[in-house]
């Protein structure tokens, strides 16, 4: 297999495979509560900023905190929190079957249940935050013994920058500004990863559709993304693009047979996203 470019986004699909070998036993408590799923011990190691609060004002007031405070380092750590927060919710979306995706997305409903989306700033802060950590981008050939062989503050600091993608994508899904964001990374360096972080957001555009058709020769976990974001699209090119994969034999053919005889039913009322010439 010919070496890819892998940005930051490589070690979220890295987290999230992590995540779903080792907590997929439990579903979550309530279908109605993503932040009760029953991931308790792994949500107090990793979120000790969110893990007590009891309402969506409490989180709220953290992520308000952290933007209105002069310490980069305590708005990173918000980052990087509210990404592990998309990372879990995006774990238990891709566990379920692609119809109950469409209508059970623990994503789709209610912004992960805490709402950031609604502190003034965050988009901005996420964006600014992303656009100034460029130089996490690499280029590896052997991404998972490389990623390995960083040391500890480093791991860490890409990961915080690849769970800020989840972030800002699942806090903001189908804004017109953040879907350009998102392609404007794509093409400043392609990697296949983006089509999850699309889908997280539940993008759907022509470019979007682009990303999606070329990650279904990726490795089967981000084509079965890449179908389902397909099967959200319902066009004319993600039918033919998932025709084109009826012949695959790996994981990926269930779903992308399911995304065939679903196409274009998980719209809902969403509209589909556009270019938008705004920037933050």
Not at 129 to 142: I, K, M, P, V, Y
Not at 169 to 190: G, K, N, S, T, Y
Not at 231 to 238: K, V
């Amino acid at each position: 297999m010919p070496s890819t470019a892998v940005t930051g986004v490589f070690a979220l699909s890295l987290l999230l495979a992590i995540a779903g070998s080792g907590a997929r036993a439990q579903p979550a408590e309530t279908e109605s509560d993503p932040w009760g799923a029953a991931w308790s011990e792994l949500i107090r190691k990793e979120l000790p900023d969110f893990a007590n609060v009891k309402s969506d004002e409490e989180a709220r007031a953290v992520v308000r905190d952290a933007i209105s405070s002069d310490d980069p380092k305590v708005l990173e750590e918000t980052f990087r929190q509210i990404g592990f927060i998309a990372m879990l919710a995006s774990v238990q979306d891709m566990m379920l079957d692609i119809q109950e995706d469409f209508a059970k997305s623990q994503l789709r409903q209610g912004s992960l249940g805490r709402r950031f989306s609604n502190v003034p700033g965050l988009r901005g802060h996420l964006i600014d935050f992303l656009r100034s950590g460029a130089e996490q981008t690499r280029h590896w050939t052997d991404p998972e013994a490389e990623y390995a062989s960083l040391s500890d503050a480093e791991r860490r600091r890409l990961d915080t920058w690849s769970l800020a993608w989840a972030a800002l994508a699942a806090c903001f899904p189908q804004d017109p500004v953040v879907h350009d964001v998102l392609i404007d990374a794509e093409r400043a360096d392609p990697d296949h990863g983006m089509a999850l972080v699309l889908f997280v957001g539940r993008f759907r555009s022509d470019a979007a559709d682009e990303i999606y058709v070329a990650a279904l020769d990726g490795d089967p976990g981000i084509a079965v993304v890449a179908a389902k974001g397909l099967a959200l699209s319902g066009s004319d090119a993600a039918l033919a693009a998932l025709m084109r994969n009826l012949d695959r034999r790996d994981a990926a053919l269930v779903t992308v047979v399911q995304a065939i005889t679903t196409l274009g039913t998980g719209r809902g009322p969403m509209s589909k996203a556009s270019s938008s010439s705004a920037r933050n």
